[in-house]
């Protein structure tokens, strides 16, 4: 099993900046990539971005494309996603996650563990 912990949500106005951090435990030499995801109210779970763990190679949402980074500590095995740039409506709950496979997915059934969330809202 691999657990994983998300932190670095909170409250930013339009323009700003934060960067989420995932924190992941246990058997961490399963993972082959990792992905965040976001979720709004009464939507469906959306793909942001994703990054394999042992290359570093990295695949992006295009409606984040040039304003989040992924890129990932594997000493620390945490995952980070700077997000630059926010706008009101990347108001959500972003989800890491992690999945045994070493390849991309930007489909959430894919991924086979999950963190508990953190909440970002950004103000108009």
């Known amino acids: 099993q691999v657990q994983l912990v998300e932190s670095g949500g909170g409250l930013v106005q339009a323009g700003g900046s934060l960067r989420l951090s995932c924190a992941a435990s246990g058997r961490t030499f399963s993972i082959g990539a990792m992905g965040w995801f976001r979720q709004a109210p009464g939507k469906e779970r959306e793909f942001r971005a994703a990054?394999?763990?042992?290359?570093?190679?990295?695949r992006y949402a295009d409606s984040v494309k040039g304003r989040f980074t992924i890129s990932r500590d594997n000493a620390k095995n945490t995952v980070y996603l700077q997000m630059n740039s926010l706008k009101p409506e990347d108001t959500a709950i972003y989800y890491c996650a992690a999945r045994r496979s070493t390849y991309y997915s930007i489909n959430q059934g894919d991924y086979d563990y999950w963190g508990q969330g953190t909440q970002v809202t950004v103000s108009s």
């Open positions: 990054i394999l763990w042992s290359s570093g190679g990295t």
